[in-house]
């Protein structure tokens, strides 16, 4: 990450109960199968 020229970066672990969220829909498995979420992290970019 210091290459690419970041200050400032997180590792996620990606185990089983990761899942990714984006635009409204879960892209990385079926809703019927994610855990329930107890930590998240959001990232929250202003629309053009």
């Given at each position: 990450m210091q290459k690419l020229g970041c200050v400032n970066a997180l590792n996620l672990d990606g185990?089983?109960?990761?899942?990714?969220?984006?635009?409204?829909?879960?892209?990385d498995r079926s809703p019927n199968?994610?855990?329930?979420?107890?930590?998240?992290?959001?990232?929250f970019l202003?629309?053009?």
């Amino acid at each position: 990450m210091q290459k690419l020229g970041c200050v400032n970066a997180l590792n996620l672990d990606g185990g089983s109960s990761t899942s990714l969220y984006l635009g409204g829909q879960l892209l990385d498995r079926s809703p019927n199968t994610a855990a329930s979420v107890h930590n998240g992290i959001g990232i929250f970019l202003p629309r053009p």
